[in-house]
């Protein structure tokens, strides 16, 4: 039986937004946000938050029992490694990546993204960017099989893609069938707004939203459009 698990990425540093998964979103933790909005999928079996074993990451992991999910530690700078050794003793036939920089992450679109990489021939699907789609950035995750992970755990040499830890893929495309494909309600192509954390800007741009943590993925796209 095929067993479909998703890892969260996630760590307390961050260049551009230091202890950015602690800061509050309308009175909530973002590391909150990501992980309920996510326990909302229908097809994933299981979900682990991978964060890195050094100290400051203590608190986020002290915060994330409290959510009821497992969180698994690994190095920090090689976050390919850590995912693979979070996830191999799962079972997992099937791995859904997804970033805690998206707190307002759809269980909905993850859910259609098991669907295709179910439906359709290929290596790695995605619907969290909008390259050569139609999604708001955010939204989505990224999916591969178990296998392909371990192989990608062998063979990546180099430190970036051991960083971006399904980076490999993309820049060798050749190697890989890599697909994607729109949103299925229309009311959601809109490939030009952007739901992800990066800096300050995209922090202070949600904060000045009136939504709570419920919200769906197609009345967040009327409030941002209004802009």
Same mark, same amino acid.
């Given at each position: 039986?095929?067993? #479909?698990?998703?890892?969260?990425?996630?760590?307390?540093?961050?260049?551009?937004?230091?202890?950015?998964?602690?800061?509050?979103?309308?009175?909530?933790?973002?590391?909150?946000?990501?992980?309920?909005?996510?326990?909302?999928?229908?097809?994933? %079996?299981?979900?682990?938050?991978?964060?890195?074993?050094?100290? %400051?990451? %203590?608190?986020?992991?002290? =915060?994330?029992?409290?959510?009821?999910?497992?969180?698994?530690?690994?190095?920090?700078?090689?976050?390919?490694?850590?995912? =693979?050794?979070?996830?191999?003793?799962?079972?997992? #036939?099937?791995?859904?990546?997804?970033?805690?920089?998206?707190?307002?992450?759809?269980?909905?679109?993850?859910?259609?993204?098991?669907?295709?990489?179910?439906?359709?021939?290929? %290596? =790695?699907?995605?619907?969290?960017?909008?390259?050569?789609?139609? =999604?708001?950035?955010?939204?989505?995750?990224?999916?591969?099989?178990?296998?392909?992970?371990?192989?990608?755990?062998?063979?990546?040499?180099?430190?970036?893609?051991?960083?971006?830890?399904?980076?490999?893929?993309?820049?060798?495309?050749?190697?890989?069938?890599?697909? #994607?494909?729109?949103?299925?309600?229309?009311?959601?192509?809109?490939?030009?707004?952007?739901?992800?954390?990066?800096?300050?800007?995209?922090?202070?741009?949600?904060?000045?939203?009136?939504?709570?943590?419920?919200?769906?993925?197609?009345?967040?796209?009327?409030?941002?459009?209004?802009?």
């Amino acid at each position: 039986m095929k067993k #479909t698990i998703a890892i969260i990425q996630a760590r307390i540093g961050s260049s551009r937004l230091p202890y950015k998964m602690m800061l509050s979103l309308h009175g909530i933790p973002l590391i909150e946000w990501v992980v309920n909005r996510v326990k909302k999928s229908e097809l994933l %079996d299981d979900i682990i938050v991978a964060i890195p074993k050094n100290k %400051d990451n %203590d608190i986020l992991e002290q =915060y994330i029992k409290t959510l009821d999910v497992k969180v698994f530690r690994g190095s920090e700078d090689n976050v390919l490694n850590r995912f =693979y050794e979070a996830i191999k003793g799962e079972g997992a #036939t099937q791995i859904v990546r997804i970033c805690a920089d998206n707190p307002l992450i759809d269980a909905n679109e993850i859910d259609n993204l098991i669907k295709f990489y179910k439906n359709n021939n290929c %290596d =790695y699907a995605y619907n969290h960017i909008p390259k050569f789609n139609l =999604y708001p950035d955010g939204l989505g995750a990224e999916i591969i099989t178990f296998d392909i992970l371990k192989n990608l755990n062998n063979v990546v040499k180099k430190q970036s893609h051991k960083e971006h830890c399904l980076s490999y893929i993309h820049d060798n495309s050749s190697q890989y069938e890599i697909k #994607t494909f729109n949103p299925l309600d229309e009311s959601l192509h809109h490939p030009e707004l952007k739901f992800d954390v990066d800096s300050f800007d995209d922090y202070y741009k949600l904060c000045m939203k009136d939504f709570d943590i419920n919200i769906s993925s197609k009345d967040l796209v009327k409030l941002f459009k209004e802009n």
